[in-house]
């Protein structure tokens, strides 16, 4: 069948639009199809064809290597076509032009490699003796003209400027015309007047109800308006035809499966078949020309295994830097309260210290100050709670902590996770003991001595019934409003068991090995420590009746029953702005390493003791009078402010020299660093003297006694930054929030400038992180937003897995970020030191007296009259007292 010759479009190049599709004439097998030429570009004598690689390869006119741009022609003799027409008929590329070839005159074809495709397809032939010709001598014409080229000088161009004409209508401005917007309706005036009496007076707007009013409110519906309706005179509509397509399909239809078997014998020579394959000469010379091939494969299949992937055992197992897909966090559960009525947000989270897959979280209503105020009846009817969410149940709450108001902060004990800590927006301080809910946590010694620490189910294990009705706890104890805070609780940390402090700030050692007290900030300027011990105060007997007259609910502990609503600070300090009676606005504190982190591995053996006896429950009196003070105890530490200043400050109290009361310390050090509030204020887990603080729209790093200012402190963002936490693991990692729902994994290894990367979490704003380490192969962190939802990511191995050096090499960079802040501030000091000298210099020149010689003072003086003698002659002479001659005998005379 002979193939189909290439479709032509019309001169324009485009398809016709008639309704009904041409159909191609129906060419018969037994007639050849016309071959193609050039006739109308021209070129009659211009066949083009397609020529496979393969076609090339037998033809040796392979492109590039037998064709090039050089010589990008080849002569075929007509009896290599017709052998390849005998051998491949229709198959070869040679059959769209075979009348051509037979009727070819001369021996040889000449074949042209059409690198640009002008004539349409890779090949074409020239059939006739008279075009091979002009090809063949063209090719030769370029060099001989560049040859008379250089021989004709060249020409000298004038240039001639155009010449204004007189202007000749040929129509075109009545299309302009037609063409122009003009305005088709009339212009509307409305004047508005209103009484003299009325200009400047005093206006007073007001609500009012429309229903109520006659006339006041009016409908204003949609109607069509015949007076604007348009036209349209023209429009421009673009068109293409394009082939029809349908997409069918198709399915096997299924049957009921069948078991089926079936049993066959194998095939098998009979003996005097077998001996006479074995000794025939085949099969022998089979044999000797595999056996080699054979052995070898042997071996190398015992030396090496064929399979093994090679890129995997070159790659390593431990990498700093892995793909894309290990970089990101990946979501791992996500926790809501679907029973809430109200809009909340979600304030803090807390891991618990001790228990896998339990996790802590405090919402507060999502209300402005105003509104808040505003609905202050209704919220006092709704629960203020704490949330123990766990990984078994996404549903339900498993735990909820009740309190007078919402929870702005709180904290877990680090001597005992089953008390908890927290701070109201109303400025009271919480304490909650869920030790008689110890029952729901199992727990699972790993050996009978009590020396190996105690081993905990991976789970939150729970009571099948107790998934139905959620379990309310109620507080222990609540501070007293009248001495605690008076704003909104912004930080809270329990102060580590090793030590405690008296009410002038002084450090002394604890006895009691367990943590007993606490310290917060708040909006109202203050920070407060408090003891949750009982004070050795004298009460008078009215006091004890009014408690023994107390009713004590029956779902309440009575562990902290001496601090309900009668519990006061130890001590509370301002931070004074110095010279202004204003005070710096605390948001969050950090105290050092050795105040804040306990060892909790070592703790949870006490988890074990609770229900024998729970140290709580008998506290004894604080602050004994015979009791060791620690001299070299560093008690400065930072605090983050409403306004982005960062201090540095000591809670030691000091005299007055002038009031003689002890008041609070002036700040050492006072900061800038930030644009807006201060959200986070966190000492690095791998260095004690490097804290990360993130407020308004950047992020800074410090170093504990470095005054010259922070040593990384980034550029502006597009979103402001609302938390931020430093990685658990890698000293170089840290995450941080933004208000567009983007979370920035800052990597101080790969850059300083800008986050090594960010990630969307949700929606809307992030308002607080918190990381988590299950184990040495799995970590998570929580990140809470302000629609209440708490997401669990899981952190990759590349963010989670330190480098051989990374503690080292990131101890470096700060070491070099200090050298720098010292060579910063040396240079400023020679600096302020090479202005003084200058300005010396500069009024040393202003004052310096030159000692004249007599003969100078007499040269002055001479000229000074002279030139009086020049000015008395311009003078008389603009008068017309005299003229000029007398002035010249004048002067003779003189």
Request: aromatic content about 10%; proline content about 5%.
């Amino acid at each position: 069948m002979a193939p189909k010759s290439p479709q032509r479009k019309s001169p324009r190049g485009q398809k016709s639009t008639s309704g009904k599709k041409k159909q191609k004439p129906v060419v018969p097998a037994n007639e050849e199809e016309e071959p193609v030429n050039m006739e109308s570009m021209g070129h009659p004598e211009i066949y083009p064809l397609v020529l496979t690689t393969k076609t090339q390869e037998i033809f040796n006119c392979r492109i590039d290597e037998d064709i090039t741009d050089e010589i990008p022609y080849k002569l075929i003799k007509k009896e290599d076509i017709f052998e390849d027409l005998r051998n491949r008929a229709a198959v070869s590329d040679f059959h769209p032009i075979k009348k051509i070839v037979q009727q070819y005159p001369g021996n040889e074809l000449l074949l042209v490699y059409d690198k640009d495709f002008k004539y349409g397809l890779n090949f074409y032939i020239i059939g006739t003796e008279e075009g091979k010709e002009n090809y063949l001598n063209a090719t030769e014409v370029p060099e001989e003209q560049e040859e008379h080229k250089e021989l004709i000088p060249e020409e000298t161009y004038t240039y001639t400027p155009p010449v204004s004409k007189p202007w000749v209508s040929l129509g075109s401005e009545k299309e302009i015309e037609e063409e122009s917007v003009k305005k088709s309706t009339k212009q509307v005036t409305y004047m508005i007047s209103r009484k003299r009496s009325d200009f400047g007076a005093p206006i007073s707007f007001s609500d009012q109800n429309a229903s109520s009013v006659k006339d006041a409110y009016v409908e204003c519906t949609a109607y069509p308006d015949k007076n604007f309706t348009l036209k349209q005179l023209e429009r421009n509509v673009g068109m293409q035809a394009i082939p029809q397509v349908k997409d069918t399909s198709t399915q096997t239809k299924w049957t009921y499966p069948k078991n089926a078997s079936t049993q066959y014998y194998s095939r098998e020579f009979s003996e005097e078949e077998k001996e006479r394959v074995g000794q025939s000469k085949s099969l022998t010379d089979f044999l000797n020309n595999v056996s080699t091939s054979v052995e070898i494969a042997l071996q190398q299949n015992e030396i090496m295994n064929l399979f093994t992937a090679d890129w995997k055992s070159l790659a390593e197992e431990e990498g700093t830097f892995g793909d894309k897909t290990d970089t990101h966090l990946k979501e791992y559960q996500s926790f809501t309260d679907l029973h809430s009525q109200t809009e909340k947000m979600i304030t803090c989270v807390s891991w618990h210290p001790a228990i896998y897959g339990l996790i802590a979280v405090s919402v507060a209503v999502r209300l402005p100050f105003e509104d808040r105020v505003h609905f202050s009846g209704k919220l006092l009817l709704q629960p203020s709670l704490i949330l123990f969410w766990s990984f078994s149940d996404p549903i339900h709450p498993q735990l909820m902590l009740e309190s007078p108001d919402d929870i702005f902060c709180f904290k877990f004990c680090p001597s005992d996770p089953n008390i908890i800590a927290g701070g109201c927006m109303n400025g009271q301080i919480v304490l909650w003991d869920i030790t008689a809910h110890a029952d729901r946590i199992e727990n699972i010694k790993a050996g009978g001595s009590g020396s190996k620490k105690a081993m905990l189910k991976p789970m939150f294990l729970l009571e099948p019934d107790s998934n139905k009705e959620a379990m309310y706890i109620r507080h222990c104890a609540v501070s007293s409003i009248e001495n605690g805070h008076k704003n909104v609780v912004t930080d809270i940390h329990w102060l580590a068991d090793t030590f405690e402090i008296n009410r002038l700030g002084y450090v002394f050692e604890n006895r009691s090995e367990i943590s007993c007290q606490l310290v917060t900030c708040s909006a109202d300027c203050t920070i407060c420590f408090w003891d949750i011990r009982p004070q050795k105060t004298l009460t008078q007997p009215t006091e004890k009746k009014k408690e023994e007259s107390i009713e004590i609910p029956l779902d309440a502990p009575s562990t902290f029953l001496h601090l309900d609503l009668s519990w006061k600070p130890l001590t509370k300090m301002k931070l004074s702005k110095g010279e202004t009676n204003l005070d710096h606005c605390p948001t969050k504190i950090s105290l050092s390493e050795d105040q804040l982190l306990s060892k909790i591995p070592d703790k949870i053996l006490t988890q074990t003791k609770v229900v024998e006896m729970n140290p709580y429950q008998n506290l004894e009196a604080g602050l004994a009078n015979l009791l060791k003070p620690i001299d070299d105890f560093c008690t400065k530490f930072f605090v983050g402010t409403e306004e982005g200043e960062v201090l540095y400050t000591d809670w030691k109290m000091e005299r007055d020299p002038d009031t003689g009361r002890m008041m609070a310390k002036k700040p050492m050090c006072l900061y800038s660093g930030h644009d807006g509030v201060v959200h986070t204020v966190q000492r690095s887990p791998f260095y004690n003297d490097i804290i990360l603080t993130v407020g308004g729209w950047n992020v800074a790093i410090w170093k504990e006694g470095v005054t010259a200012g922070p040593l990384l402190q980034s550029c502006c963002a597009a979103k402001r930054y609302t938390s931020g936490h430093w990685s658990l693991t890698r000293p170089s990692v840290f995450y941080i929030g933004r208000e567009d729902g983007y979370v920035d994994i800052w990597d101080l290894l790969e850059k300083t400038h800008e986050p090594a990367q960010s990630q969307n979490i949700c929606m809307t704003m992030i308002t607080y992180i918190k990381p988590w380490t299950f184990s040495a192969k799995q970590q998570f962190i929580a990140i809470a937003d302000y629609y209440g939802t708490l997401h669990i990511l899981e952190i990759p191995w590349t963010l989670s897995h330190p480098s051989t050096n990374e503690v080292s090499s990131v101890n470096y960079y700060f070491e070099r970020e200090v050298k720098h802040l010292e060579y910063v501030e040396q240079r400023k000091s020679i600096r302020e030191q090479e202005k003084k000298e200058m300005e010396l210099e500069i009024e040393k020149k202003k004052h310096k007296t030159y000692q004249k010689s007599k003969e100078q003072i007499e040269a002055e003086l001479k000229m000074d009259y002279e030139s009086y003698l020049e000015l008395e002659k311009t003078i008389l002479i603009n008068l017309g007292l005299t003229k000029v001659p007398e002035m010249v005998s004048h002067m003779e005379t003189i």
